[in-house]
Structures are given as C-alpha cells and as structure tokens.
C-alpha cells in the first residue's frame, strides 16, 4: 500500500454526472469570474468534463450583498448559456455581522433548506457555533464549507460539527496542495474518515482550476471515497 500507484483525478472519469455544489462563476457579483464570456467558458468546460449540475454560490457577506445583482446575471447567464448542465442559484455565506439580516431577508439554499456558510480562515468568526446552532434551529441544514481550510480548527472540533449534523463539503483543489500542504493534509484526513457530505470546485479562475486539477493523484481507496460523495446527491 505504501508504494500504491496513483491515479490523476483527471483521467478517471469520474467527473462524469456530478454535481458542483461550491463555485464562483457567476459572473460580475464577486472575487470570482468578471465577465460573461468566462462564464460561459466555464460552462463549456465542464461540459467536456461530463458535469451534469451545478449551483453557483456566490460570496454574500459584508462586502457582497448586492442580491438584484445576483439575481440579474444569474437571469443573464441562464439565457445565453444553451447547453446541457442544470444551472441553479444559492449563495455562500459568510458567518459575519451581517448574516443576521440575511436570515431575515431570506436566504438562497442548496435545495429546500441547506445552507453553504463560511468563516474566515485564520480565526474563528464571532458566534460561529451559535450562529450554526441557530441556522439549525430555524430549519435550515448548515453546509460547512472547506472545513479543511479553517486552521483554527483541531481534529476534535471537526468531530463536534460532525456529531451536530452539519454537513462538510470538500474543495477538490485543497487535494491538489493548492492552498498548503497542512489543508491538503486535513482534506485527506476528512476524506478518508468518510466525513465529507458535498463536493464542489469553489472555482474562481478557470484556467487555475485547470492548472490545479491535474495535480490531483489518489490512491484506489482515496479515489473510491471521493466517488462515494460524487455519487450520493442530496
């Protein structure tokens, strides 16, 4: 086992019928894609990829909470792009001082009620377990989104999210060392613990997911679970 061959993400196939449920390709609302056209390229991407659904999440935050907008380009996107992958609309939250409006405005879930939220990175977001607690509370299922990448967290403190429900949704790239070797390390943890729910791109630059990607080599096991979540649609 220690010497396995492994296998490039890319030529398994197993992007084939999946369903993208973190990516910031709508364009023109955020850190992600600016313009249509890449957009669209996006798209025409995935499609040669085999991608059959995917929910763009734009960032709603303190700095990004121009719903008309959102709800314009996704309106623009739909009815230029004329292919085959199933476009639907919903957000990433940041659990910051203003998701307390967002709640009462009304949030865009990942199906009937889950919830795709973040926290910053470095340091834990004020209220982050009691807002989780309250999202819950109110019916909505909270989707952690990139746990692996939160360094504030320890390996007990995923246990605790987990054992409330909450789903995780991996970034594929954090497999590929993008974003560090320590959240590589986490992801691959996660993922061989069968503690990931979703799976999503989180792309904001096409041509660096494209760099990225082919980075990505898992052993069998690594690869069977990473089919698991692909297959399993909430």
């Given at each position: 086992?220690?010497?396995?061959?492994?296998?490039?993400?890319?030529?398994?196939?197993?992007?084939?019928?999946?369903?993208?449920?973190?990516?910031?390709?709508?364009?023109?609302?955020?850190?992600?894609?600016?313009?249509?056209?890449?957009?669209?390229?996006?798209?025409?991407?995935?499609?040669?990829?085999?991608?059959?659904?995917?929910?763009?999440?734009?960032?709603?935050?303190?700095?990004?909470?121009?719903?008309?907008?959102?709800?314009?380009?996704?309106d623009i996107l739909e009815n230029r792009y004329n292919g085959d992958?199933?476009?639907?609309?919903?957000?990433?939250?940041?659990?910051?001082?203003?998701?307390?409006?967002?709640?009462?405005?009304?949030?865009?879930?990942?199906?009937?009620?889950?919830?795709?939220?973040?926290?910053?990175?470095?340091?834990?977001?004020?209220?982050?377990?009691?807002?989780?607690?309250?999202?819950?509370?109110?019916?909505?299922?909270?989707?952690?989104?990139?746990?692996?990448?939160?360094?504030?967290?320890?390996?007990?403190?995923?246990?605790?999210?987990?054992?409330?429900?909450y789903l995780f949704q991996l970034n594929l790239l954090s497999l590929?060392?993008?974003?560090?070797?320590?959240?590589?390390?986490?992801?691959?943890?996660?993922?061989?613990?069968?503690?990931?729910?979703?799976?999503?791109?989180?792309?904001?630059?096409?041509?660096?997911?494209?760099?990225?990607?082919?980075?990505?080599?898992?052993?069998?096991?690594?690869?069977?679970?990473?089919?698991?979540?692909?297959?399993?649609?909430?």
């Amino acid at each position: 086992m220690l010497f396995e061959k492994k296998k490039r993400l890319i030529d398994s196939g197993c992007f084939n019928g999946i369903t993208d449920y973190h990516c910031h390709i709508l364009f023109g609302v955020d850190d992600g894609i600016n313009e249509l056209s890449e957009s669209l390229s996006a798209l025409s991407y995935y499609e040669s990829l085999g991608v059959k659904r995917v929910f763009l999440t734009p960032h709603i935050n303190l700095t990004y909470n121009n719903i008309s907008l959102i709800e314009r380009n996704f309106d623009i996107l739909e009815n230029r792009y004329n292919g085959d992958i199933e476009l639907h609309l919903a957000a990433e939250y940041l659990l910051d001082s203003g998701f307390e409006k967002q709640i009462k405005q009304g949030l865009k879930c990942i199906k009937d009620n889950m919830v795709l939220v973040e926290s910053s990175y470095l340091h834990k977001s004020a209220n982050f377990d009691e807002t989780l607690f309250q999202i819950a509370n109110e019916g909505f299922s909270p989707i952690i989104a990139h746990p692996e990448r939160y360094l504030f967290m320890d390996i007990n403190k995923y246990h605790e999210l987990k054992n409330c429900d909450y789903l995780f949704q991996l970034n594929l790239l954090s497999l590929s060392g993008m974003y560090g070797i320590q959240v590589k390390r986490r992801a691959q943890y996660l993922l061989e613990n069968n503690m990931y729910d979703l799976i999503g791109s989180d792309m904001h630059n096409l041509e660096l997911f494209k760099d990225h990607i082919r980075e990505i080599k898992l052993s069998k096991m690594k690869h069977r679970s990473l089919m698991l979540i692909f297959n399993q649609l909430c």
